[in-house]
């Protein structure tokens, strides 16, 4: 059975951090294209960073130089490191596994940026 499961959402303030994780199970984690998405409330989801196999990133414009995406095979974990929050990165995050065909997504987690 696949499962992710997402944790490390909460409420900081403007200017903070916070770490998301996403621990896969079920499947072969390594061969997975892993991403974070987001929805913030009356908008369509959106992808934030991907991560491939190979470790090649890829970024939204948005998050560009304050978020890092990072994996560790051997933990079968996705990291989101999120910098310089802003009030409009306020969303739910969900987790992305991809590999051909196959495509499983986490519940999600609430990041809220407010003072």
């Known amino acids: 059975q696949v499962q992710l499961v997402e944790s490390g959402g909460g409420l900081v303030q403007p200017g903070g951090s916070l770490r998301l994780s996403c621990a896969g199970s079920g499947f072969t984690f390594g061969n997975r294209l892993m991403s974070w998405y987001r929805q913030a409330p009356g908008k369509e989801r959106e992808l934030v960073a991907s991560i491939s196999p190979g470790r090649n990133t890829n970024y939204a414009d948005s998050v560009k130089g304050r978020f890092t995406i990072s994996r560790d095979n051997g933990k079968n974990t996705v990291y989101l490191q999120m910098n310089s929050l802003k009030p409009e990165d306020t969303a739910v995050y969900y987790c992305?596994?991809?590999?051909?065909?196959?495509?499983?997504w986490g519940q999600g987690t609430q990041v809220t940026v407010s003072s």
């Open positions: 992305n596994a991809k590999w051909r065909e196959f495509v499983n």
